[in-house]
């Protein structure tokens, strides 16, 4: 079980909050960091000092870790022309050293949209959006050398685009796809995902959708595996005390992260991560970790609950 660190980080950091948090996930042993893609903070946070863009994030953290992979959970198809996104991705894949894992969703939080003025259609439009954006995006990255890429859709068209640059890791950096979709989306993740994530799911949920996804799979005649993971908070502590200290930190009761997250002592937190791998079948976890000040907590993770993982 591979665990990766996972932020938030327009409920309030800048950069170099988000490169501290970065450099505890490569020292304390975890296997990537990654950052949501929003410009506008949810509920109570105060979004100070203000949002940071998600790939000029990453490729800064690029240069400044080693180990670690770094990726989106997931970037918004909203934000950015397919085209120009995949040479954000391919560059910041490049500067890397090919580390970049690339989680992409159809967009979702209108609030963000309005404030900005970013165009967020009714859903049909919005997936036959994304669906285009998909395959204008890896087609530029799977694209040789020396050849060029062309694209007719409803949404974009594309007329003898080189496809350059290309990624670090050829042909194209890990694509993960997720969410509840109970059709479209398996089918999109037959089709394109090398991961599929199941965010902030219950068991029964995911697993449940874990079944769509292979059932699409199958009908589209995929022959190679699809890895599965989840996204959870986590609330880590020695002791009840800081567990609940660790959850008042993020405006949250131990009962409700105990069921719906992973919160407890490394002990029980290493006993949930065993039966939601036993009943799930995934392989990677992303720990949704909301206060990004608190490096102890990475290190607590790193050192009694990921060593007693496989």
Not at 161 to 179: D, F, S, T
Not at 240 to 266: C, H
Not at 268 to 291: F, N
Request: no cysteine; glycine share 10%; proline share 5%.
């Amino acid at each position: 079980m591979e665990l990766r660190i996972f932020t938030e980080p327009q409920q309030g950091a800048d950069y170099e909050d988000l490169l501290r948090v970065a450099k505890a996930t490569e020292d304390n042993g975890f296997g990537a960091f990654f950052r949501s893609d929003h410009y506008l903070k949810m509920g109570d946070a105060s979004g100070l000092p203000g949002p940071t863009d998600a790939w000029l994030t990453l490729a800064g953290l690029a240069r400044e870790t080693s180990t670690i992979r770094l990726g989106t959970l997931v970037t918004a198809a909203t934000f950015r022309h397919p085209s120009v996104l995949a040479i954000s991705v391919a560059q910041a894949d490049r500067m890397s050293g090919g580390r970049i894992d690339f989680g992409f969703g159809s967009g979702w939080y209108a609030d963000e949209h309005t404030a900005y003025g970013i165009d967020l259609p009714q859903t049909k439009t919005l997936f036959d959006r994304y669906t285009e954006q998909l395959a204008v995006i890896t087609g530029l990255w799977d694209t040789p050398e020396g050849e060029t890429f062309s694209f007719s859709g409803d949404h974009y068209t594309l007329d003898g685009a080189p496809g350059l640059p290309k990624p670090a890791q050829r042909p194209r950096p890990p694509v993960i796809l997720g969410g509840g979709g109970k059709k479209r989306t398996p089918a999109l993740a037959a089709q394109y995902a090398d991961e599929f994530n199941t965010p902030f799911m219950d068991v029964e949920s995911a697993v449940a959708q874990f079944e769509r996804v292979d059932v699409a799979a199958k009908e589209a005649g995929r022959t190679t595996p699809i890895r599965r993971s989840a996204a959870l908070v986590v609330a880590v502590g020695r002791d009840d005390a800081e567990i609940s200290r660790r959850a008042a930190a993020i405006g949250r009761e131990v009962p409700e992260l105990k069921a719906n997250g992973l919160a407890g002592t490394p002990a029980e937190v290493v006993d949930k991560i065993g039966a939601w791998r036993e009943k799930t079948g995934v392989s990677r976890l992303y720990l949704q970790v909301l206060d990004l000040s608190d490096l102890d907590h990475l290190e607590l993770i790193g050192s009694e609950v990921a060593r007693q993982l496989d």
